[in-house]
């Protein structure tokens, strides 16, 4: 997909002004450890319970959703993809971010990165497709490798990836207003984000082990422990995904990922 330079700019220099001002699939017949969220806390598995707080994430891939039947099976989040690299836009990222609210799925938006072109960049074609809406959960940046990529299989070095990535995120959450979570998998972990970005909420792909005994004491939020569920609504295979805590601190979260109003420019 085309984007003229001028519109490209335009968004990324929006996103600048406000950094200036500024596999077995686990089974969840049982529930998170409910002590205090904390810097390097872990998951556990203890009794069975019904409180999970369970989500889903989704993109063209699995085709029409119905979000009334997915909020139906006790589905309480969404991650949506949105946008990848700095041309590519999901084709029912409008349609689900949209069908997921209607529903009264809490719902947030995600980035695919491409590490064949600056992180600004890539901000700026998030913030072109992606709206500011107060309810929705804090955007997400998904970084992985891509060794089946077309196009780009490049691995930078940690230096040059940090940076990079800090200039999207910078960017990002001044838009919306909300700390960035970063989605990543193992390998990318284990290369590049162990001992980094540690302010950052950490949405965690493990699905043949609990999270703790493959990112040892790192905290996490969120936990993608399968990738062959079931949902109500999804046609197929589906992504499941829980929060790291109870209802109580899942509220505390989405309120102390607002770390300032949004930003006021128009779109």
């Known amino acids: 997909m085309a984007i003229s330079r001028s519109l490209l700019f335009r968004a990324a220099a929006v996103a600048l002004s406000a950094l200036m001002a500024g596999c077995s699939a686990v089974s969840f017949d049982e529930e998170p450890v409910r002590a205090a969220v904390r810097p390097g806390a872990t998951f556990e598995i203890r009794q069975p319970s019904k409180d999970a707080i369970e989500g889903i994430d989704v993109s063209y891939f699995q085709e029409a959703v119905d979000w009334q039947a997915v909020a139906g099976d006790d589905i309480r989040f969404a991650f949506i993809k949105a946008t990848e690299g700095g041309d590519r836009l999901d084709e029912r990222f ?26 600004i960049e890539q901000a700026a074609w998030f913030i072109r497709n992606v709206p500011r809406d107060d309810s929705a959960l804090p955007p997400v940046l998904d970084i992985e490798w891509t ?34 979570v ?57 992504d499941r995904n829980v929060f790291y805590g109870s209802e109580a601190q899942f509220q505390t979260f989405l309120a102390e990922s607002v770390v300032r ?7």
């Open 94 to 119: 409008h349609e689900n971010f949209a069908g997921a609210r209607q529903a009264g799925v809490l719902r947030g938006a995600y980035h695919f990165w491409y590490h064949c072109r600056p992180g």
């Open 261 to 267: 109003p949004a930003m006021v420019a128009e779109r």
């Open 147 to 180: 060794p089946t990529s077309p196009t780009c299989r490049k691995r930078p070095p940690a230096a040059e990836l940090h940076a990079e990535m800090q200039a999207f995120l910078d960017a990002v959450e001044a838009y919306y207003g909300k700390r960035p």
């Open 182 to 238: 970063i989605y990543t998998t193992l390998d990318f972990y284990e290369d590049r984000m162990d001992g980094a970005f540690e302010t950052y909420p950490l949405w965690v792909r493990s699905t043949a082990a609990k999270p703790h005994e493959k990112y040892g004491n790192r905290h996490w939020h969120f936990w993608q422990y399968t990738s062959t569920g079931q949902v109500a609504g999804v046609n197929g295979k589906a």
